[in-house]
């Protein structure tokens, strides 16, 4: 495999790009954690994962006291994410909230149900960037198993290429982690990668509406 692209490298953590396909952790093969690890030459300890189908910004600590630190920070929502999707259905609507309790559905996959016990919340905004394609810029607010990927199916849009929620037949599951931001040790930090230029992302990078999402956190969420 390829080198692994590392975005940042701190004192307590690093942010790297996961490629699409690549396992979060190791299955039949090496997974993602373990390659970082080994091509860096020290141990990573995870705070939060990425689903093999999706691209883009993981973050790992370098230290459990870090990692301790971060997963506290994840589960009371100090750390903000955002990321991009494609979809070929028209939603419901067009932007807004996504809530609902997330039940257990066939061969993995969940579904969003109508009670709110602990709902799974999500925000997101879309824009028609061709004919038949509608990109997504969203922002969950808690970080429930294929969250993203049950909220846009709820509401008739499947992620083109998820085969796992009916998305329309593509060459990989359209949805990339864009931004990381969050504060660490008093300091307010950022990280962005965009998804690469290709397939049904290049309709999104090539829109007017990606100069608008820019700068994610500046949206009205």
Not at 103 to 131: E, H, Q
Not at 136 to 164: E, F, N, W
Request: aromatic letters at 12%; a positive charge.
């Amino acid at each position: 495999m390829n080198k692994l692209n590392l975005i940042a490298d701190e004192a307590d953590y690093v942010v790297a790009y996961k490629p699409e396909g690549v396992s979060f952790h190791s299955e039949e093969e090496a997974g993602f954690v373990a390659l970082l690890s080994e091509q860096l030459g020290y141990a990573l300890f995870p705070v939060h994962r990425l689903d093999k189908v999706t691209s883009g910004l993981i973050l790992l600590a370098k230290s459990s006291e870090a990692a301790r630190q971060f997963t506290v920070m994840f589960s009371t929502r100090q750390i903000d994410k955002y990321y991009l999707a494609m979809v070929s259905d028209k939603p419901k609507k067009k932007q807004g909230w996504i809530k609902g309790d997330m039940a257990k559905s066939r061969r993995g996959t969940f579904k969003l149900v109508k009670t709110k016990l602990n709902p799974a919340i999500t925000r997101f905004y879309s824009c028609s960037v061709g004919t038949k394609l509608r990109a997504c810029i969203i922002k969950p607010y808690t970080g429930k198993t294929h969250q993203i990927r049950v909220a846009l199916k709820s509401i008739g849009a499947p992620i083109l290429g998820d085969a796992a929620y009916s998305g329309e037949p593509a060459d990989r599951a359209y949805l990339h982690a864009y931004c990381l931001e969050f504060e660490w040790q008093d300091r307010r930090v950022s990280y962005q990668a965009p998804p690469p230029n290709e397939g049904a992302f290049a309709h999104l990078l090539t829109h007017e509406i990606f100069a608008s999402w820019q700068k994610p956190s500046q949206l009205e969420w």
